[in-house]
């Protein structure tokens, strides 16, 4: 048991049942009235980001994440395929468990996987991933790396807004935290 004084980045609580990461935490004191904790957390299961009050002396089950390195294998239909690299198990998640990290999911990809008693709760995919760009509009003569944005498409099937002068075939680097261009690869 933690109380709400107590959360720091990073630690995982359950809350109504619901298992939730603190994204932040911050402990207010206003000139009238008591003390209160203003949190912001994200709900594992559906990845809702919401923002809470609590008092400090609210008390919470901290749970335990066990982090593991695995490898991305393949999709069929609905279904993606990841590889435990230590013990070579394969797991297989339904895309509504993958969710939006899926986007940028590229076969062989080595991601982090976030188990809570020994069920996968959470994919965390590395910071910035180099994909190459099969589809986006040809520049034009004159087109400089200030100029605008065009769509542009991505091997695994994402779009994302690239600057003017980069073409198909280009290798690109993606913030897999916000989805935007980050540079060239």
């Known amino acids: 048991m933690i109380t709400a004084r107590q959360f720091k980045s990073g630690f995982a609580v359950e809350i109504n049942n619901e298992l939730h990461i603190v994204m932040e935490s911050q402990h207010i004191k206003p000139g009238k009235g008591g003390a209160f904790i203003r ?16 008092r400090p002396e609210d008390s919470f089950h901290r749970a335990y994440l066990e982090e593991k390195k695995m490898q991305y294998l393949y999709k069929d239909h609905r279904t993606y395929h990841f590889m435990d690299q230590l013990t070579y198990e394969q797991l297989s998640l339904d895309e509504k468990v993958v969710g939006e990290t899926a986007k940028f ?3 062989g990809m080595e991601i982090v996987g976030n188990f809570h008693k020994s069920n996968i709760v959470e994919i965390k995919l590395p910071p910035f991933v180099d994909l190459k ?6 520049g034009i003569k004159g087109d400089t790396a200030k100029g605008g ?4 498409t991505l091997e695994t099937g994402a779009v994302i807004k690239v600057p003017l002068f980069i073409g198909t075939n280009d290798t690109v680097k993606i913030d897999t935290r916000t989805g935007e261009y980050a540079g060239r690869a």
Not at 39 to 54: D, H, M, P, S
Not at 149 to 152: E, F, G, V
């Open 105 to 107: 999911l590229k076969d």
């Open 39 to 54: 949190a912001k957390l994200k709900n594992i299961q559906t990845g809702a980001i919401v923002e809470r009050t609590f």
């Open 133 to 138: 760009v099969t589809y986006t509009e040809p």
């Open 149 to 152: 944005s065009k769509p542009a």
